[in-house]
Nanobody, 124 residues
Framework: QVQLVESGGGLVQAGGSLRLSCAASGRAFSAYDMGWFRQAPGKEREFVAAGRRTGGNTYYADSVKGRFTISRDSAKNTLYLQMNSLKPEDTAVYYC?????????????????WGQGTQVTVSS
């Protein structure tokens, strides 16, 4: 299994940037498909971005495409989410997740392991 710990959240003005990190420990980080999800108050958890464990394919929600970038550093066992041009509607708790999801990257139930989340607040 793998343990995940997110960091890097905070308060930022609209148009600003943040980089979230997800440190993984336990089983080899590179063995998992990895994803980022977010959940705003009163809303369901939604897919943000994902990266496959092989092939390097990445996937993005339409709402973040062109603004967010997912990447991983296997040497550091860390997943990143670079978030640029942030908008107030990006405000949420952001979670990283790991699992064997195949091409079904957008469904949270496909991911087995989750971090505790990090709060991102974008002010207008």
């Amino acid at each position: 299994q793998v343990q995940l710990v997110e960091s890097g959240g905070g308060l930022v003005q609209a148009g600003g940037s943040l980089r979230l990190s997800c440190a993984a420990s336990g089983r080899a980080f590179s063995a998992y498909d990895m994803g980022w999800f977010r959940q705003a108050p009163g809303k369901e958890r939604e897919f943000v971005a994902a990266g496959r464990r092989t092939g390097g394919n990445t996937y993005y929600a339409d709402s973040v495409k062109g603004r967010f970038t997912i990447s991983r550093d296997s040497a550091k066992n860390t997943l990143y989410l670079q978030m640029n041009s942030l908008k107030p509607e990006d405000t949420a708790v952001y979670y990283c997740a790991a699992g064997f999801v195949g091409d079904i990257v957008q469904r949270p139930e496909m991911y087995r392991y989750w971090g505790q989340g990090t709060q991102v607040t974008v002010s207008s």
